[in-house]
């Protein structure tokens, strides 16, 4: 590991004590750094804002797309304190950075109680044999939407 790659984790592994010390929510967080800059910062603020979705790497990544004025970071690098949750990692993969780093691994927030296991499970299960109720409707009237983009002229593609 080079030095700017532990000096980018070691702020946000600081962000992410922070967090807990202040009381603002879970031991995460994150940087998305570009071109050697911390882009943006993110920390866990799932409690403090009652958004399950407010996790520290969608938070980083929301702050440093607006910064950038994109939607993509391309480019970029994350670092974040804890190897991300199912939803983080696809929100890394839809970002499209360039490289993802992280501290803590999945098995060591599974041992504070933070278990994205069963998530990881469901999500390989058939949607019939999912725990939470799912069920398909109206496929048909919805496919216009996606008939629509098909064909439009304006669509920025992603």
């Not at 600081?14 to 009381?23: A, C, F, G, L």
Request: charged fraction near 30%; aromatic fraction near 10%; include cysteine.
């Amino acid at each position: 590991m080079d030095k700017d790659e532990k000096k980018f984790m070691r702020k946000a592994i600081r962000i992410s004590v922070n967090n807990v010390e202040k009381q603002k929510g879970g031991p995460f967080g994150a940087i998305v750094v570009k071109d050697g800059k911390i882009i943006a910062r993110g920390s866990n603020q799932v409690t403090a804002t009652n958004d399950p979705t407010a996790h520290a790497e969608v938070v980083a990544i929301r702050k440093a797309c607006k910064a950038l004025k994109t939607f993509q970071l391309t480019g970029c690098e994350i670092y974040t304190s804890c190897e991300p949750c199912p939803m983080c990692l696809g929100a890394i993969y839809w970002a499209r950075p360039d490289k993802l780093y992280y501290a803590n691994s999945k098995e060591d927030a599974a041992a504070i109680n933070f278990d994205d296991q069963f998530i990881y499970d469901e999500i390989a299960k058939p949607v019939e044999e999912r725990k939470l109720f799912t069920k398909q409707v109206l496929r048909d009237k919805a496919l216009e939407a996606f008939e629509k983009w098909k064909t439009s002229p304006n669509k920025i593609e992603y």
